[in-house]
């Protein structure tokens, strides 16, 4: 009996080989996106991973040196002397590369990547000219050493690894960057600051910076992934539905031939499931696809915006694999449930016909609309009372799948005010045929909907994070030059080959604690610079010159939102020392809380600083022979004479990688719905013709019946876009004033790119009619025995 | 059948295409049809009655032979000109689904008539009535019974007065009594609007109620 | 595999179970190779032999606590050579300290590299060091010990009871059929008192410790798989050092040294001594003999060495068997066990 029921129901599909692709497609594209989404996010996220466990980064303790310094081999021996097991490291760029030196004897653990070599490697390893430890691709890009290269696909991306002698060679160095300690100490040992007292014990982070930063990027493009699937769901229940409603004529059939209900819902979910298994393994293979192609300008974005390293290729992981399995099959059961309660809930004996007309659309419509308009309401609430991450997700949510359920009512009633204002047959016809053929488009255009809200939203956060930081980097990268020194009498022999004219702009910082979170106190010299160029995102009267007064401080976004402060409140700066806020300002993309000083105060507070770095204010002419004069005069290190405009260039050149991932999936997500779209109206064109037969037969021809067809598309589509475009800014207001607020505490203000969403509507109008194209071309091309059939008892 | 002919159809030919070549269904039909006459048109099933009444009005394109409808020679019409000739020549009734489901009754009924751009609301208005649609016109067609939907057809066909009423089965779905219901007030109708009426049929009923009746019988008149 | 066992192969002779040994034969170029007939010089040869491949400072102890608690101890230090010709950072440490109670065993490991002053070992006044630890005291009359881990750790004070007490041939002990050999030396005769640090607790101890010191740059021949190492000392004040080198194929390659309780020695030859294995214990997800039947006919010795605690695995980058062993049968005593290769 089993095989006989699972062989008639197959054999509906066997007939019905567009609704097979358009079920097996749509739910593939949707675990592609998603999947794809997922891969690029995991193998960042792996890559920060690895890149941190090489040295056990974030995860050990370390000693560091005083600011600027470096710690001597003796320090490092006295130490190990004492009991401490601490492995030297050294840090730098060699080429593109980080260069990171180790000495495999003392480094604790695994040492990551080179438990993967061979024994003849780790013997050039440790020899006099020392051997390169990298990816491939990391290899290729490195200047001549003499030093054997080993290419390790497991080293961690963009890293050179490489022992420490060769490392302080490569580098022409002769002290270590830093000490990592490992996490089993020996019993005794003698204090720290009796064996070195100049080191720093700095704890192991309970986050590392980059994991926060990088979180950002992420969180967006998780969102990202998450509609995509969701617009693939729809066109799965599209299709499921669809499938259901055509064999209800083989279900009863096979429950009056004596099939029990349960057998027959387990057969059909047997077949769901396996179709899905298909669709869902053609899916993981396109996300693959997807991600390896997207991965190199992730990695891109990634290095550039927040340093963190990320490999250019991908590797297959099975969790991966099976997230993305089951998030298929998950998807195709949320999907069919409610073809299913219909089944199980259906009489035998009911009809085979479809319910159509315009009255029934417009119930539905108004069923549909009410839910969504409490779903707005409730994402509403929530925005405005809910907290947290979660609650910022919830109201995404809400917000997106209730902007998708009031759609069909929206366009329900937009289209019966036109036929109401329509005073020609055919146009009448039209938009009353429209309303009726709502049911079977509504689901196609809620995906089109959500595709393009999240474009919207997607692509006005991302520009205004854009230009948000644009506008920050011109406030706080004003000075012309960047210049970094190795020591106070380095500074000193600089300052003094200044010429007349140049303005110098100290920097430096200490670590402390404010108001109980891991900050840093900043020195800033009162310059007509920054009384021009920074915006306080809210300050007292006067706040430059009560800061120069030593009166106040001010304090980043991240600091005032974390600790609930605002302009006014007391703060303490050091021991003794409370100040109040003057401003607080914007710092994007900074994980700590920060406060300023000004210099004379900051030099007061903390003598032990001596600021190593400068921003020099120079007429723009001048900075090449400056430059050139300070490498050649002062000795300074040419690497660490920065040229303002170039590092602007480096940084708006990370955002336009930024864009083309977003850019790409926003072209993807469109295409699914432009795609879902095509299903929908292929499906329909098959169903339809008793609608289009009469109409002809009154004496309309099948090529004007064709052009309407696309026109109504396009016209459904762009109506579509517009309820699209209010919904996408809500999404990108809560992304950007809900979601980035509780995820990193600042919030980014928004702007509005009007050109951005006339290009977003020519693109939806435009897949809109690709999507028709075909149908209204096999319309206008279908014989006039088929169009009879329909007035016929043949049917 | 001495009166000038509305309708003159002469070896008309018509095949479609089937698994081993094609299938002919008529093999040279002939039939008149005078104005403001009735005529049934019967034959067995697959005889090529509907067929031919499709060829007539405009729905289809015969193989070969001659359709002249008043001074218009139908089969050289294009797309174009069979448009406008369902639209403006001819009315047709079918067995079923005849009306646009998206249209409420009111608007079907004028549908015709406005795409011709006759309209005649107060004509419109007492076929209505006379057909005892009044109560329904702002219903839609899945809210009627099979009976009052044919109604609306006729309905539809007349508000739009062709010249030639074509009928494929009018009643061939309805039960007994409203088929004869709907058959008394199409004949009296189409008899005022002075229209011919072709009628395909087979049942002996309707026949009998038509002024002649030409047989069908392996694509050819018998 | 972990990353340091892997470029530990290729440096350390006992790293067994690879084919380290055939690279290791087949390179002693550059090196100085042991000769036969050479005299030591004291305290110049307690230091190191940059010229050698390797070499080794080797500390056991058989230690009981007042209670009569049997413990054992190990205190290692070896130097390889990455190549020839002696330069200080061309030489890599390393160390193990272990100690072992009838049911624990605390192993711990220390590496370092020449040139930097981490590690390294001065002849007079001696000093043998890496890290924190250390094997110093004027001379070798009198020394202190110490090393520790997370867990564990000793302070120990070592005094020679009797002469340094030559190996082989005064010093030149052969290693295989093909000539293989080493330079070395050894000083059984230390009694050794201090302190173990455990993790329950302080333990004071006292006992007898025995140092070896061995250098030579080609110990093995290729075909040489492990060995099974036992230094005995019996209640009479005599004391047996013997060895068996096990090949991948025939007989193993057996050598001894009975030392009166006066300190002279008198070597044995291939053959002379005997090892049989007797029970295994499974240690480590491996099967380890931990009773032997060893006799050397010709002192009419016929005993049984069982393994204080059979799980003496010391689990350090290169892993091997080492651990104090109880001696019963012609002659009572103690000793100490080291098995590789298994």
Redesign the interface.
Known sequence: MIAAGLQALLSHWRRHLLQLFTLIAGLALATALWSGVQAINTEARASYAEAADTLGEGRLARLLPPEGGSITQDTWVALRRAGWLASPVVEGRLGPARLLGVDPLTAPGDLGSIGAASTGDLQAFLSENGALLAREEVLADLPGTGATPIASEDAAPGTVLTDIRTAQRLLGVQGFTSLILAPAQPRRQAPLAEVAPGLRLQEPAEETDVGALTDSFHLNLTAFGLLSFAVGLFIVHGAVGLAFEQRRATVRTLRAMGMPLAVLIGLMALELALLAVVAGGLGLLLGYLIAAALLPDVAGTLRGLYGAEVAGTLTFRPFWALSGMAIALAGTAVAAASAFHRLATMPILAGGQRRAGASWAARRARRQGIAGLSLLLAALAIGAWGGGLVGGFACLGCLMIGGALLLPLLLDRVLALGARLARRPLPQWIWADSRAELPGLSLALMALLLAMAANVGVSTMVSSFRQTFVAFLDQRLAPELYVGVSDPEQAERFLAILPDGVRVLPIASVERTLAGLPSEVQILRDDPTYRENWRFLSATADPWDRLAAGEGVLVNEQLARRAGLAVGDRLDVADGLALPILGIYGDYGNPVGQAILTERLFRATFPEVTPLSFGLRVPPGDVPALSERLVREAGLDPERVVNQANLKAISLGIFERTFTVTGALNVLTLAVAGFALLMSLLTLASIRLPQLAPVWALGTRRATLGQLELLRAVGLAALTALAALPLGLALAWVLLAVVNVEAFGWKLPMFLFPLDWLRLLALALVAAALAAAWPALRLARVPPSVLLKVFSDER | MTAPALLSVRDVRKSFPGPDGPIPVLRGADLDLGPGRTLALTGESGSGKSTLLHLIGGLDRPDAGSIRLGDIEVTTLDDRGRAALRRDAVGVVFQQFNLVPSLDVGANIAFQARLKGRRDPQWERELADRLGLAPQLRKYPEELSGGQQQRVAIARTLAARPRLVLADEPTGNLDEASAEAVLALMLDLVAETGASLLTVTHSERVAERMDGRVHLRGGRVA | ????A??L??LWPFAAGAQ?FAGLGADTEGYAVPQPGTAFAFPRDHGAHPDYRIEWWYVTANLSAEDGTPYGLQWTLFRSA??PGGAP?AQ?WMAHAAVTTPDRHFVTER???GG???AGVVADPFEA?I??WRMAGPNLQAATLTA??????YDMQLTAQGPIVLQGDRGYSVKSEDGQASNYYSQPFFAIRGTL?LPEAEVEVSGTAWLDREWSSQPLADRQVGWDWFSLSFESGDKLMGFRLRADQGEPFTAATWIAADGTPTPFPNGAFAAEPGDRSEVADREVPTTWHVTLPDRGLDVTVQALNPQAWMATSVPYWEGPVAVTGSHDGVGYLEMTGY
């Open positions: 595999m972990n990353a340091r892997l470029l192969l290729g380290g990455l190549a950072d890599v590496l370092a590299r930097t002053g981490q060091w890290d924190e520790q881990g997370p867990d564990f750790g640090h």
